[in-house]
């Protein structure tokens, strides 16, 4: 289940087991942030002003898990990103790759494509493209086939998982639905609405980011109801390890709060540069904290360099590093 978007965005949706990443010319933009590493898992392409090179440069940076590599509009287009989708297949055998046919030709070119390992997997665009899956072929087309759906919201995408999926009067055979993404709470969330299994909902009372949020909740809920989710372990999350590196000991709470809540409601003084509450989009204090873990098997979190200074003298931690998220 993908979310492809920035931080803080970008963060919210790793913590709920969700596939981040990116699409091949962006960022995360999470740098600035001193305690956030949000990995990039899936790398989109930019079908508006596709660069092929630019993508195959950009892939073997980040090595991502799942690449779209490209658009097919024409039989030729579609054949260049099979063989791109080779080359990377031979250097990245267990890379999930996709290509995404926008002509009737490409369906055909890309499931047959003579690849190691695994076959490719068809992106069925559903989102924001001009060209709709809809627009040049038909369900059956598609059945029988690896695929991953792109874009629109969970309610329009398991309609067609049902029509790629069950039973029909031809006898297809199903499809094998690997995966699919949606971006679209983010831009919602502007308009002061957020998603539900309900449809739509009124959020002005809200933050743009826990906006966004709650919709990722609804969306991860519409999903594990009809036994989508991935199943327990399997979430990037579970896998791998938290964006956001949590302390053992809250030393950073100077409030005398809780270091992981998600909503602070207010901001001591001595805060008051480090983290701004009216910014709707900006870090929470965790996510700027200096983390630092110790021989003995602590972690701690600190709000400034001075501050770690000050701790790691009075508690004779100097020479004890052995992990740090600066």
């Known amino acids: 289940m993908g979310f492809l978007h920035r931080a803080p965005f970008a963060t919210e949706a790793y913590a709920l087991g969700f596939v981040t990443g990116a699409r091949e010319d962006c960022r995360i933009q999470d740098s600035h942030l001193r305690n956030v590493d949000v990995p990039i898992l899936m790398l989109d392409n930019d079908f508006n002003r596709p660069d092929l090179d630019r ?60 690849i190691p390992g695994e076959s490719l997997v068809l992106g069925y665009a559903m989102g924001r493209s001009n060209i709709k899956a809809w627009h040049f072929s038909d369900i059956a087309n598609w059945r029988g086939h690896r695929v991953h759906l792109l874009g629109a919201s969970p309610t329009k995408q398991w309609r067609v998982i049902q029509e790629l999926t069950q039973p029909n009067l031809t006898g297809d055979p199903p499809a094998d639905i690997i995966g699919l993404d949606w971006n679209g ?40 109801e009809r036994g989508v989710w991935p199943s327990e372990g399997k979430t990037p999350i579970e896998r791998l390890e938290p964006a956001v590196k949590e302390p053992d000991d809250p030393i950073w709470a100077a409030n005398g709060g809780d270091l992981s809540d998600p909503d602070p409601l207010g901001s001591p003084d001595e805060w008051a540069e480090l983290v701004d509450y009216e910014d709707e989009d900006g870090p929470y204090p965790i996510e700027q904290a200096i983390i630092v873990t110790y021989e003995d098997g602590r972690t701690f979190a600190y709000r400034t360099q001075t501050e770690r200074n000050y701790v790691e003298y009075h508690e004779g931690l100097w020479d004890e590093v052995v992990d740090e998220r600066p």
């Open 55 to 114: 993508y195959l440069t950009r892939f073997r940076e980040v090595e991502p898990e799942i690449g779209v590599v490209g658009d097919a509009r024409t039989p030729e287009e579609a054949h260049t990103f099979v063989d791109a989708a080779r080359e990377l297949k031979s250097d990245y055998p267990d890379a999930t790759i996709i290509i995404v046919p926008k002509c009737r030709e490409a369906i055909d070119i890309v499931a047959n494509a003579d």
């Open 185 to 224: 709470p983010q831009g919602i969330a502007y308009k002061g609405e957020s998603w539900s299994r309900d449809g739509w909902q009124d959020a002005d009372f809200l933050t743009i980011r826990e906006t966004v949020r709650r919709s990722l909740r609804e969306m991860r809920a519409f999903w594990e």
